[in-house]
């Protein structure tokens, strides 16, 4: 097959990284200090952190206001894009908030017209998790009816599996939940992009937080594939520069079903808090853990495992437990508009980066007047900085039609791509778990890459 051309300059690799965080709330305090004495448990000394409700300014999903001018352009061909999104597996809890993100934009776009002239049409496919083929067997689908984006996958373990597949076809990969910090540098021929930032960034909030908990000692408890260790790594970067020391760190591998060992280690070490960075393996671990005593409060989780285990564990078992998701926490009158697409959400987890990969997809595809995958890709950054502000595919439109340069700032925040395909700025949200084991907003911390 003939290469592809460069649809855009990309980083060959990171250099130089700096990312600074803005809390958007009081730090957390404890009345204690926590100290490297205790007994055969962790200690809670310290990790307490208060829990004020962050409310965030309200951006509205709601139309321009008005007609949006026809396009000038009719192709050939529809917008086809496929989504790559977890419906069974170990990521499957975030499947619903996604899919639900993506058809409601759809929903919008053919609501105003379309793009080029046409209704833009999708096609949903499971992607299973790594210990299945069922990814690849759906990329092969996908590609196989002419999509000219896909957008997926949620793992970053998945995606290394068909990233190569997609780009190569030509085809753009947009995924709203990679976090893994190696896809920044990979060989795609500028058709990757992510609406969820690097774990550079989760990693370094985490880290950060639970320092200012008043942990002094830590210990990780880690999934051993290119989303964990990538995003322990960044934990243990910024716990250390905080002054904090990382006592215990036990790895497993995909596909494991008995994590006594790792669980055994990390607790002897008698870390101030454990960080567990997994996927629904969470649901084993945890009640190993404080089945040692050790205290929910002491636990801290990532966007791998904040779900809701209400149906799961017994009342307060999380009960003060605390955990990160990259994005900005969900507004009411978008969760409102999720819910008219299915109302049997319970969670918004990159709901808003689904949204919108749809509108930056259909916005550049506008913008490129071609269906066509690198023409598509060419147009993504253009799309996301330098000009008229909006935050609708119908106000977007509308200006772009209008021969005007746009900004999209969307659900999940202000996106400005780097030439690497990644979000150059965006937020983290910090959530607690309550005593019926599902969680609520605490801040939200905003930080630049």
Known sequence: MTSLPQVAPRIAKLTA??????????????????????????????????????????????????????????????????????????LAFLGPPEIAGVNLGIKEINDAGGVLGKPV?????????????????STNALLGSGVSAIIGAASSGVTKTVINQITGAGVVQFSPANTAAE????????????????????????GNYMATCGAQTIGLV??????????AKSVRAAFEAAGGKVVAEELFNTGDSQFSS?????????????????????????????GKGVKPSQLFLVDGNMADYSKVFQPGTLKGAQ????????????????????????????????????????????????TKGVDIAAQLKAVSEVGEKCNTFPSCVTLLRGGKDIDYDGQSGPVTFSDAGDPTEAYVGIYEFQDDNTYKAVKEEFGKL
């Open 17 to 90: 990284l700096s990312i600074g965080v803005a809390l958007l709330a009081t730090a957390c305090g404890g009345s204690s200090t926590p100290t490297s004495t205790g007994s055969g448990t962790a200690k809670a000394a310290g990790i307490a952190c208060p829990a004020p409700s962050a409310t965030g300014s309200a951006t509205s999903a709601a139309g321009a206001g008005g007609a949006v001018p026809p396009s000038a352009t009719t192709t050939p061909t529809a917008l086809k894009i496929g989504s790559l999104l977890p419906t069974t597996g170990s």
């Open 121 to 137: 049409e999708v096609i949903h496919r499971d992607s299973g998790d790594t210990k299945t083929d069922i990814a690849t067997q």
């Open 183 to 206: 896809l920044s540098a990979w060989d795609d021929k500028g058709l990757y992009w992510r609406t969820a930032p690097s774990d550079i960034l989760q990693g370094r909030v985490l």
């Open 222 to 231: 880690v999934l051993n594939d290119a989303y964990g260790t990538g995003l």
């Open 262 to 290: 790792q669980v055994d280690k990390v607790v002897a070490a008698k870390p101030d808090a454990i960080a567990l960075i997994t996927f629904d393996e969470a649901k084993s671990i945890v009640p190993l853990i404080t």
């Open 323 to 370: 955990g990160t998701i990259p994005g900005t926490f969900a507004k009411d009158d978008f969760k409102k508009k999720l819910l008219a697409i299915d109302p049997a959400l319970k969670d918004y987890s990159y709901a808003g980066e689904s949204y919108d990969a749809v509108n930056l997809i259909a916005l550049a595809t506008e913008a490129a007047k071609s």
